[in-house]
């Protein structure tokens, strides 16, 4: 008999083939914080653990109960999401702004449904893969320009004139920690009469004047953002998404966009969560001053002993090992010392720049950091031949 192409033997070979090449990939938790520190996190303000935050979901469920019930057009969409969508927009001087589940979602309904199928999107090759998902999605041309390579993106605007255009970016770029050239993108794009979408799912909360952005911290005008999405799952420290920008922009996603309109809405509580921790994040910009503040100096010492970093001025410090053994080895040793810093592969990386992708919070102290960087020193000690 013909054995079904879903069979296990069929997937053996390929899982085979995947751990061979050390490419093989396994969910992780972390419910047991006293046997790691966690370097992997993106709860970069420590909002997770907040107790106004975790309060506000707490009464939320107690007084309304766990799930929303229905789609956000159906009967979902509650007077929590409401406020913090009035929220999230007033924080970023935007008209509007619209809730979805993930920033996966949101990007899948900004880059596959803007366009109506018409024109072109172009992409940062480094950009976010929800992004790429979204562009493949929309069935439209797109094409992706060299990492932060404004000219080559302005070569391509000059030669598709006259067309409907969307150019998305990460603010933040998710496994560099660089930021985009938000001033010179978003000048181009309005010479030009492209759309510009700022995926700043890594640049909300952290980067800019009160955490308000990467675009923020680069002094870009709220006039030359018609479209920004913040997530409230990294800094915020809680679950979902927002888009926020024009309000005939977010009034077409409300009309057209799938993901936003056949799903049930996020939880209320989720919502209450998400604008405690907006609140928060405003209140205490120590948090803010401080993961920056730690990533600074790990970068800085980490430099000194030999290992490559990257030009980020973020909480994202990646140390680029290049193959994926080494990426492994040197993730394998941290973990034996205590410390969680996972190695990331492509192809969520270009090959050869396999890296183990340290992350900072707010919650970390400086005792930590350090001994993070002792590891370090005592891995390249053992491990390379100086
Ligand atoms: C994490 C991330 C997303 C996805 O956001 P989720 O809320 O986790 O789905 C989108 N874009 C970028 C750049 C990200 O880093």
Known sequence: MHTPWFSEAAFASRFKR???????????GF???????????????????????????????????????????????SHYHAALEQELAAFLHQPKALLFHSGYSANLAVLGTLLLGQGAI???????????????HSGVYFRRFQHKKVAQLSQWLGQHKGKPIMVATDGVFSMDGD????????????????????????????LGPQGKGTAAKAGVPTSQLPLT????????????????????LIDAL????????????????????????????????????????????????????????????????????????AALSLSYWLRDS?????????????????????????LHRKADVRRLLAALYDYSKAHWRL
């Open 18 to 28: 995947l751990k061979q090449q050390k490419a093989w990939r396994q969910p992780h």
């Open 31 to 77: 419910a047991d914080n006293s046997h790691f520190i966690n370097f992997s996190g993106h709860d970069y303000l420590g909002l997770s653990q907040h107790g106004a935050v975790k309060a506000a979901a707490q009464k939320v469920i107690q007084e309304n109960g766990v799930g929303s019930t229905g789609s956000a057009l159906v009967c979902g969409h």
């Open 122 to 136: 172009f992409l940062d090759r480094l950009s976010h893969a929800s992004l790429i998902e979204g562009a493949l």
């Open 179 to 206: 930021e985009a050239p938000l001033r010179e993108l978003a000048k181009l794009c309005q010479q030009q009469g492209a759309l510009l979408y700022v995926d700043d799912a890594h640049g909300f909360g952290v």
């Open 229 to 248: 999405m913040v997530t409230l799952s990294k800094a915020l420290g809680v679950a979902g998404a927002a888009v926020v920008g024009k309000a005939h």
């Open 254 to 325: 409300i009309q057209y966009a799938k993901p936003y309109i056949y799903t049930t809405a996020m939880p209320p509580a989720m919502a209450a969560a998400g604008l405690a921790a907006l609140n928060v994040m405003q209140e205490e910009p120590w948090r803010q001053e401080k993961v920056l503040a730690l990533a600074q100096y790990f970068r800085q010492e980490a430099h000194h002993m030999g290992y490559t970093v990257a030009p980020s001025n973020t909480p994202i410090q990646p140390l680029i090992l290049g193959s994926n053994e």
């Open 338 to 362: 205590g410390m969680w810093a996972v190695a990331i592969r492509p192809p969520t990386v270009p090959e050869g720049s396999a890296r183990v992708r340290i992350s900072f919070s707010a």
